[in-house]
């Protein structure tokens, strides 16, 4: 099984990356989380794998982080979830939100995920509240409450920037300035912007 790779992209879109490894080119489907933060083509990147074997075909699944793999590979134990809702649910919400959304029961924030219906949210609460929490992913809200991250992050998206870039830079400020107490809402923002901009 491959577990790993490390090559540089000679073509990349929102569904799928191909890297070149050794003169060899692997077709890797990725989620859009990591999509948004690849480099550019003819760069260099490393991911992890998992591998789908079937009788028919052989799939890779690429992810820039431990923590998108480890939640991919929860969520197609879930019944009903396979290799490609298991990766529109990465699509839909960062590893941190999900993490949240599992962990605290929010079926609505779930539900919101493309394909994820109220009898899948169930399973997935259901079947991962507790494997999420045994494996210690980073996860936890900001202590100042989801409520200025959210407002923030709706700003971004109204100023057209994708969902998942946009939560993943304002969650990139509260880690790097703190719970962001003495910081405004035009603060936040701004220093979001900043890290939009960086990527």
């Not at 099984?1 to 692997?26: F, N, Q």
């Not at 052989?58 to 998108?68: A, M, N, R, V």
Request: hydrophobic share 40%.
């Amino acid at each position: 099984m491959i577990a790993h790779l490390s090559g540089i992209i000679i073509k990349k879109s929102t569904e799928a990356v191909v890297l070149d490894v050794g003169g060899v080119g692997y077709e890797l489907a990725i989620p859009l989380s990591t999509y948004a933060a690849l480099p550019e083509l003819r760069d260099k990147v490393s991911l992890h794998v998992h591998t789908t074997v079937r009788d028919d075909s052989i799939k890779l699944f690429g992810f820039l982080t431990s923590g998108e793999k480890d939640l991919f590979r929860l969520f197609i134990t879930v019944s009903g979830i396979g290799p490609k809702l298991a990766r529109n649910i990465l699509s839909g919400l960062s590893v941190d939100d999900l993490l949240r959304a599992i962990s605290t029961e929010d079926k609505a924030k779930l539900s919101t995920i493309p394909g994820v219906g109220r009898k899948a949210t169930e399973r997935i609460i259901i079947d991962l509240k507790d494997k999420v929490a045994a494996l210690g992913l980073p996860g936890e809200a900001p202590s100042r409450g989801s409520a200025l991250a959210d407002e923030v992050a709706s700003a971004l998206l109204n100023l057209g920037y994708k969902p998942v870039p946009a939560s993943e830079a304002v969650e990139r400020v509260f880690k790097r300035l703190g719970d962001g107490e003495k910081l405004s809402f035009e603060g936040i923002l701004k220093e979001s912007l900043r890290e939009i901009s960086k990527r």
